[in-house]
């Protein structure tokens, strides 16, 4: 029983423990004991050596959930001897900063420092993100803010330039099943699972420590009817979504992922990146989207039917739906991957851009322009034009840039490789060029 001044026995210690969420239970005491982040808690990781120099800078913590962002800021806060003060974004207002800054300028006055952890920093807006800077810069805190979103996006650039970025990294197989080892030495209890439903449970946590620590409580908890199958296991745990926010950066990530691996000819990973952001729940519309920018973009008139392909799969899948509609989905994606590349269009269309820029408002040539009034006419509008038809293969090969940019200085913004259809463009072009030469040069 505890006394008159908040002391327990340590039976009492011991219940009060048990009683503890198997995640807390299992919290590192010691940076060295923190799983899969080596590249930072290791002999030669960055934390290590912050350490060995004996100071600690104000930090940015970013990773997926749980990764131990929490944990490594408490074992810092021990390690430098400050004193550890933890608030969410999520929860917290300016009310709840500026009381923490009162109290750490009060420690500061007696000589002890403060650690102040921010967990999901990223929620704080712009002003408040601004209301750390004076107490990170004269020292009154240590910062270090946790965040799972990219701090380029969404921490404000004077506030990055006083922290250190530290990334953590998505726990892999062997740092999850580490955690599972600990867990039941921990509690005394094998994980009730055969081994490939252990594993399953692994690929259920996608890199999330936290979200397995809580399953394998959950499971040691049940009844004991000897080790689950995958199967069971399934009707014990409803199926995790991947970790993929729609609208923020995962969203472009995979999106990118997605685009690169069309363009780099890759179907199978092509495939793989749209498999795993419709099982995140993003919508088909943004992969047809996608697909429709890498038909033109990357594949060209190296291929014409590449865009055919995608505009018809795309009505196809919004007539059916899904799930039948990710067969024109698919047809769409192997298609895209697999046709011949070319962005000579994409490039012709940017040089173009850049010399309109450059160039400014230079006048037409007049027999290009229409001459529907008399006066127009006097002008010289429209006069001396030649009707391409009136030619035998309708190509009259007349100048149709601005005096400025005709004959020697003559644009050639398109360039057609030697890749699928373009092969052919490129031996029309060469055909009209001769001709162009020689049309002009006899007028």
Known sequence: ??????????????????????????????LEDVVGQDHLTGPHGALTRMLAGGKLPSLILWGPPGTGKTTIARLLADRVSLHFVQISAVFSGVADLKKAFEQARQRARLGEGTLL????????????????????????????????????????????????????????????????TRAEDVTGKPLPLTGEARAALVGMADGDGRFLLNSAEMLMGLPADGPMDREALSEVLSRRLPVYDKDREGHYNLLSCFHKSLRGSDVNAAMYWAARMISGGEEPTTIFRRL???????????????????????????????????????????????????????SAFNEALALAKQTGSLPPPKHILNAPTKLMKELGYHEGYKYDHDFPDAFSGQEFFPEELSGPNRPEFYQPNERGFERDIRKRLDYWDSLRRKRQGSA
């Open 1 to 30: 029983m505890s006394d008159l001044f908040g002391t327990s026995t340590p039976q009492e210690s011991a219940v009060k423990a048990e009683r503890q969420p198997l995640p807390e239970r299992l919290r590192p005491r010691a």
């Open 117 to 180: 952890f921010v967990d999901e920093i990223h929620r704080f807006n712009r002003s408040q993100q601004d209301g750390f800077l004076p107490y990170v810069e004269d020292g009154t805190v240590t910062l270090v803010g946790a965040t799972t979103e990219n701090p380029s996006f969404e921490l404000n650039a004077a506030l990055l330039s006083r922290t250190q970025v530290l990334v953590l990294n998505r726990l892999d197989e062997a740092a999850l099943d580490a955690l599972l």
């Open 292 to 346: 429709a920018c890498a038909a033109s973009e990357d594949v060209g008139l190296a291929d014409p039917q590449a865009m055919v392909q995608v505009i018809t799969a795309w009505e196809a899948f919004e007539r059916v739906g899904w799930p039948e509609g990710r067969l024109f989905l698919a047809q769409a994606i192997a298609y895209v991957a697999t046709a011949p590349k070319s962005n000579a269009s994409y």
